[in-house]
């Protein structure tokens, strides 16, 4: 019964672990791409650079909250911290990969 359980928790780590990664990327790529419409606010349409400013302070607070929700324990539900590949719960012990 512990092994389907760990078996489990894998997997379930897995998934996290690639919703981790796709946001990271996500995030990145529009920070960045607002970083180029900051520069040149005329070349996707007018964009004033408070606005600009604004949606990369709301794209990185919504990539915060969402690493607060998704990458925790499947386990204990402690957060992880800021290691992206674990192999354990630092809280619980539990085998994620």
């Known amino acids: 019964m512990q092994k389907k ?19 990271v990327a996500i995030a ?3 920070v960045l791409f607002l970083a180029v419409i900051y520069k040149r606010p005329d070349r ?13 302070a709301l794209i990185i607070a919504a990539f915060v909250g ?10 204990c539900k402690k957060y992880l911290g800021k290691d992206i590949h674990k192999r354990m719960c630092r ?7």
Not at 5 to 23: I, S
Not at 91 to 97: A, M, S
Request: with cysteine.
């Open 5 to 23: 359980d760990d078996k489990q928790a894998r997997q379930d780590f897995e998934v996290r672990q690639g919703r981790q990664m796709l946001a």
């Open 66 to 75: 969402f690493s607060a929700l998704n990458w925790r324990c499947p386990s």
């Open 44 to 56: 996707f349409g007018e964009f004033s650079k408070d606005t600009i400013f604004g949606l990369q």
């Open 91 to 97: 809280k619980c012990g539990t085998r994620l990969r």
């Open 28 to 30: 990145l790529f529009l």
